[in-house]
């Protein structure tokens, strides 16, 4: 148990052996001189102003708490830049954000692994789909420009639309955050976008893990990654061996860049920083890159069921051909008429202010194309309807025999 007492007369000492004033300590933490006062007369310092306060006095948050030093101690974890009981706060604060109601989730933050109840008895030999995923370069963007719980959705929707190619049902989801140093706020902005994009794919995040490297990432740098687990019944599975000559190839609408192609983009924004505050469609060119990228599990469910459905490609690096060639059973060939495709503007003023071809395009990005469904030809009418109700979905070509498993045909029209 904490002892105020003890804490508020530590805390004033440490302050007089550095021959610092009350007032010395508040401009340094930019808090008011009766802060700094309360805290020396009993009144605990926020958690928020801890670590900064223990730098000031060069002592630890454990010794703070503690009301003393710590015996005999030369080096410490938290002097070294970990500290357990600052980091320990965070943890707490993040429970909130992976409370569920969910009865297969059978234990909360704090144990050292998660547990969830795999039973499902209207699902005949359940197989376990499993992913990992990190967004990419995006992610240093998104620090820069004020989008951390922004890219927690890219990672989250990206994660999902790779397990829900294969027909299956998202279930639980563990991140990971590695840091050079730990800020309360930003961590929590992250844990809240990641578990409000959990539960917008009908998934939950149940644990994971924050990793604090100082000299190994910077301060101020943080790196994110997760990986799911989905199911899907054996007889369901959908991994393009049931595609034939004859299928329809239709593309579903993507909002923008997604998580491909950042590296790209950082370097144009290096040689032509201009660009960040361009306009297009009414956005700037901050805007349209940094749109989250779009979820596609709720447009695709009410298909899993459907033996129609004989493939599906979430189009990320590689684009239409890397992607899509993934899945096409040898000795056939997906052709793609591309001025079907129905480019969006992003893309069109990428390839312009950069001057790039279209080959390098269409290998590198989307180009409008987010996601991919095979379907037989006599139900793809219906497939796109019900795509429709989410999201633009449209014939771009069929399959054909051949050697090749994607061909291009004609050219987009930018």
């Known amino acids: ?55 000031i006095l060069n002592t630890s948050v454990d010794e703070i708490l503690l009301g003393r030093d710590k015996e005999n ?66 992610q240093k963007l998104a620090m ?34 590695v840091c050079g140093k730990a800020e309360k706020e930003t961590i929590n902005s992250f844990i809240k976008g990641i578990s409000e994009a959990c539960r917008e794919n009908e998934c939950n995040l149940v644990g994971g893990e924050t990793s604090i490297q100082p000299d190994v990432v910077g301060s101020g740098l943080y790196i994110l990654t997760s990986s799911i687990a989905g199911i899907v019944s054996k007889n369901n599975i959908i991994d393009g061996s049931k ?55 709720k447009a695709l469910k009410p298909l899993f069921s459907d033996s129609t459905v004989h493939g599906m490609a979430h189009i990320t690096g590689g684009g239409i051909e890397g992607n899509l060639s993934r899945i ?28 790039i071809d279209e080959a390098e395009m269409l290998s590198t990005f989307n180009c409008g194309a987010g996601m991919i469904v095979i379907t037989e030809k006599k139900h793809a009418k219906q497939a796109a309807e019900i795509i429709k109700k989410y999201y633009n979905c449209y014939e771009i070509g069929e399959i054909k025999m051949g050697d090749k498993k994607v061909a291009f045909k004609n050219h987009i029209v930018w």
């Not at 969910?102 to 039973?119: C, M």
């Not at 989008?147 to 790779?162: E, F, G, K, P, T």
Request: net charge neutral; hydrophobic share 35%; aromatic share 8%.
């Open 144 to 177: 820069e420009y004020g989008y951390s719980r922004s890219i927690c959705h890219d990672m989250i929707n990206h994660l999902v639309n790779d397990i829900a190619v294969m027909g299956a049902k998202p279930l639980a989801v563990l991140d990971t955050i």
């Open 243 to 297: 595609i034939r000559e004859g299928d329809i190839v239709l593309a579903i609408a993507s909002n923008g860049l997604h998580t491909n192609g950042y590296t790209l983009i950082r370097l144009l924004m290096e040689k032509m920083p201009q660009i960040k505050l361009d306009k297009i469609n009414g956005e700037t060119f901050i805007e349209q890159i940094m749109k989250p990228h779009t979820p596609y599990y």
């Open 328 to 355: 096409i059973p040898d000795g056939l060939c997906a052709e793609i008429n591309l001025n079907q495709l129905k480019i969006l503007p992003i893309f069109s003023y990428i390839k312009t202010i950069g001057t």
């Open 73 to 138: 101690e030369t080096y410490s974890y938290s002097k070294s830049g970990v500290d357990i009981s600052y980091t320990d706060s965070i943890k707490k604060e993040m429970a909130q954000y992976l409370k569920t109601d969910n009865k297969r989730v059978l234990n909360g933050l704090g144990p050292f692994a998660s547990l969830y109840d795999i039973g499902f008895s209207n699902i005949k030999e359940p197989v376990l789909v499993l992913k990992s995923e990190e967004p990419g370069s995006k």
């Open 1 to 55: 148990m904490l002892d105020n007492k003890k804490i508020s007369e530590f805390i004033a000492n440490k302050r007089k052996q550095l021959g610092m004033t009350q007032t010395d300590v508040a401009e340094k933490l930019k808090v008011s001189f009766q802060a700094v006062s309360k805290w020396e007369n009993g009144t605990l310092p926020n958690v928020e102003v801890l670590v900064e306060l223990s730098k």
